[in-house]
């Protein structure tokens, strides 16, 4: 049966719209709920607002200070947004150099997860030494954080092939490059969007914690300066807003990555695919 460009358009249509109901309205309606026992707990045991302030002080907060979270917010979503296309970009090549070789998979997989697992506190500041403070550095951190799941995703995706496909491209004397860009990438597909999505969340955390200790200057400042100015002066409702600006960043990034993910899956991936992702 032939599909013409209607039809794959109200695919997709029909594809987002289920995405907006099953991941979008749910946890709208439990931030609701979250909102009004938050705002309950606070009243009924009458909690000192430097303890826990309510929703309405968080909200006056950012209202008040709209200005500087709005520049924040766009310096530490820019970070972010950097570090994470890099990571994308080095993860699935990376990926593509372990497919090629059992040997060059497991030599250099070992130092792969060591970015998962040593502590991103202790290794920031010496990210910083070697790159600077500032947006470079703050990129940096942000690289390195969102890496791993990159190049674990590509090579997963990229070597879980069907043995039959194999068998087939040998069989028709494909080349490596073939075999590479013509059944390996293409097979990846569904693993890379699942790293991309994990990846840009790690990104925000990098560029907020690569802020703790790069900062931008005196004049210009991200989410994670913010936050630690706020923690050392006890501000308490302005910490729940810096931290509340975060959180939307985080949300916003991974939004626009899953819907991207969703785009990609209905044209490229099998049909099942892009219905479980």
Sequence with gaps: MVTGPTTVVSTTASQWGLYVLRTIVPPLVLFVIVLMAWDGAVRFWGIKPYILPGPWRVLSAITSSRDELTKAFLLTGGSAVVGFTLSVLVGTLVGCLFSQSTII???????????????IIAVAPL??????????????????ISLFPMIANATAGMVQIDPDLFDLFKLNDASRWQILFKL???????????GARTSSGLAVVGAIVGEFYAGYGSKHFGLGYIIRLTTDQAKTD????AVMVSTLLGILIFGVVSLISLTVLARWAPPEVGERA
Excluded: M
Excluded at 238 to 241: H, M
């Design 127 to 144: 990210i910083i030494l070697w790159f600077g403070r500032g947006f470079g550095g703050v990129v940096a951190v942000a690289f390195v």
């Design 238 to 241: 302005a910490l729940f807003a």
């Design 184 to 194: 390996r990438l293409p097979n990846s597909v569904p693993s890379l969007c699942t």
């Design 105 to 119: 998979r497991s030599s250099g997989y070992p130092y792969a997860i060591f970015l998962q697992t040593v502590p």
